[in-house]
């Protein structure tokens, strides 16, 4: 099973979320947006084994044009700034900024609750942070948050947010804007939501088909049941007769391409039966 890092948390200040990125793994502390890997599926099969990784291109020749240096950290930053001249922290961050790398311990000092879409600086790292809900002045009961540090939170182009409320209801915002924008139709609960460029779910607590929701008109279709035969005539229940819901327990994620999804199956009373590999283009 492909498993996502904990690339990203989010700090809860009363009831409420805020971007942040995680203070203790040894990545680069800042709050650029993530930008997922997008792939269309096209027709569908379930194999019984995983499937063998794909080959790696082969480099291209060399050719006689002028060796091009490559961009440092500093003038990666810049252009991804100027890629996103509207977001929050477009032009938070000043020439010659370096951020923190490595394993960090400094404990956070006390942090009172920002107001909505105000940008301010982290008190240790100086990473840019943005409040994007409101739960008391916006429809969700209590609170809303990121539903798990596994869970992708942005969609291909860094412009939807994707938050989870305590209803167990998922809501969509304007990264730009931090707008609320809509509570998504047909997707509930433990559904393991993932951009592949539209929302792809599954039922809650896994079920038998994957389904798409185009967030732009709220519509959900399923684009696969595993109750029936795919391309090669098998079915799930043809190797598992006792199986009642495919899922990763919230614990996996496709493959960096979406092509490849790692499955276990179970029974209707969680019990493990075995796992397979999905290919979402064959």
């Not at 929701?213 to 049941?225: F, H, Q």
Request: with cysteine; hydrophobic share 35%.
């Amino acid at each position: 099973m492909v498993l996502m890092g904990k690339e990203k948390c989010v700090r809860r200040i009363a009831g409420d979320v805020i971007t942040k990125t995680h203070r203790s793994l040894p990545i680069v502390l800042s709050a650029v947006m993530a930008i997922a890997a997008c792939a269309t599926p096209s027709e569908k099969s379930v194999e019984a084994r995983p499937s063998a990784p794909a080959a790696i291109p082969k480099a291209p020749p060399p050719t006689q044009q002028e060796p091009v240096a490559p961009a440092t950290r500093g003038e990666a930053a810049d252009e991804a700034r100027k890629a996103r001249p509207n977001y929050p922290c477009a032009n938070f961050y000043k020439s010659g900024y370096r951020p923190t790398i490595g394993f960090d311990k400094t404990p956070p000092p006390p942090l009172g609750k920002p107001k909505k879409g105000v940008v301010f600086a982290d008190p240790v790292y100086r990473t840019c942070i943005v409040r994007v809900t409101d739960a008391a002045h916006e429809p969700m009961p209590t609170f809303a948050r990121v539903d798990y540090a596994r869970r992708q939170l942005f969609n291909a182009d860094d412009s939807l947010l994707l938050i989870y409320a305590v209803d167990g209801s998922w809501h969509v915002y304007d990264v730009r804007t931090q707008k609320y924008l809509k509570k998504l139709r047909g997707i509930g609960g433990d559904a393991e939501p993932y951009w592949h460029p539209k929302l792809l779910f599954l039922p809650n607590n896994g079920g038998m088909a994957i389904y798409e929701l185009d967030v732009s008109t709220n519509e959900n279709r399923a684009i696969v049941d595993f109750s029936q035969p795919d391309a090669k005539g098998l079915r799930v229940r043809d190797l598992w007769p006792e199986a009642a819901r495919i899922w990763t327990r919230s614990e996996g994620s496709p493959s960096s391409d979406g092509r490849y999804w790692a499955f276990q199956v179970e029974t209707d009373d969680f019990k493990m039966l075995g796992m397979f590999t999905y290919d979402m283009q064959t």
